[in-house]
C-alpha cells in the first residue's frame, strides 16, 4: 500500500503562483512514477502533469504546458506541483496519484494510488 497526502493548496487570484506537494509512504517510492489530476466542479477528472520514478522524463497536459512544474524529491518521498501564472479555469480539487510503474502516464487508469485531494481557488 501507498499513502498519498497533499497540501499546499488555497485561494489565490489570477496571475499568482501555488505550490502543491505530494508526500508519499508505503512501498519504495523511487519504483514509482507520480502524476497530478485536477477535478473541476461539474467536469470529469483530467490529467494535469506526470513524472518518471527518476525524474528524468515529465509529461503536462497542453493547458498548463509552460505555467506548471512537476519535480520530485525521492529523499523525502515527495512530488511538487508548481503553479505559475494561475487563471480562473485551474480551480479545482488536485489529486496526486502513484503507480506501479517507473515511467509517466496520463491516464487515469495507469494509476493504482490516489490521495484524498487539495483544493485550489483562483478568482479573477
Known amino acids: 500500500q501507498v499513502q498519498l497526502v497533499e497540501s499546499g493548496g488555497g485561494l489565490v487570484q489570477a496571475g499568482d503562483s501555488l505550490r502543491l506537494s505530494c508526500a508519499a509512504s508505503g512501498r519504495t517510492f523511487s519504483s514509482y512514477a507520480m502524476g497530478w489530476f485536477r477535478q473541476a466542479p461539474g467536469k470529469e477528472r483530467e490529467f494535469v502533469a506526470s513524472i518518471s520514478s527518476s525524474g528524468g522524463s515529465t509529461a503536462y497536459a497542453a493547458s498548463v504546458k509552460g505555467r506548471f512544474t512537476i519535480s520530485s524529491d525521492n529523499a523525502k518521498n515527495t512530488v511538487f506541483l508548481q503553479m505559475n501564472s494561475l487563471k480562473p479555469e485551474d480551480t479545482a480539487i488536485y489529486y496526486c496519484?502513484?503507480?506501479?510503474?517507473?515511467?509517466?502516464?496520463?491516464?487515469?487508469?495507469?494509476?493504482?494510488?490516489w490521495g484524498q485531494g487539495t483544493q485550489v481557488t483562483v478568482s479573477s
Open positions: 496519484a502513484v503507480r506501479g510503474n517507473p515511467f509517466t502516464a496520463t491516464k487515469e487508469q495507469a494509476y493504482d494510488y
